[in-house]
């Protein structure tokens, strides 16, 4: 099981306050910051989906 530390979306702490705007919209688009560092990633919308890059963990896909 992967625990999120930030919020892949807004990238604040995903143990505080609340993110549920932040998974709905999740559904439709793709992540913004890495949920491992809060870095901001690279994200490639891409005909399967998306994939998002984070220059400390790699590649991420949809
Ligand atoms: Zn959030
Ligand atoms: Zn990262």
Redesign the pocket.
């Known amino acids: 099981m992967t625990v999120l530390v930030y919020?892949d979306?807004?990238g604040?702490p995903a143990a505080e306050g609340d993110?549920s705007a932040?998974a709905t919209a999740r559904v439709l688009e793709p992540p913004r910051f890495c949920p491992d560092c809060r870095r901001r990633m690279k994200v490639q919308v891409v005909p399967a989906g998306w994939t998002a890059t984070c220059v400390e963990h790699g590649v991420r896909h949809s």
Do not use: K, S, T, Y
């Open positions: 919020c979306r807004c604040e993110h932040c």
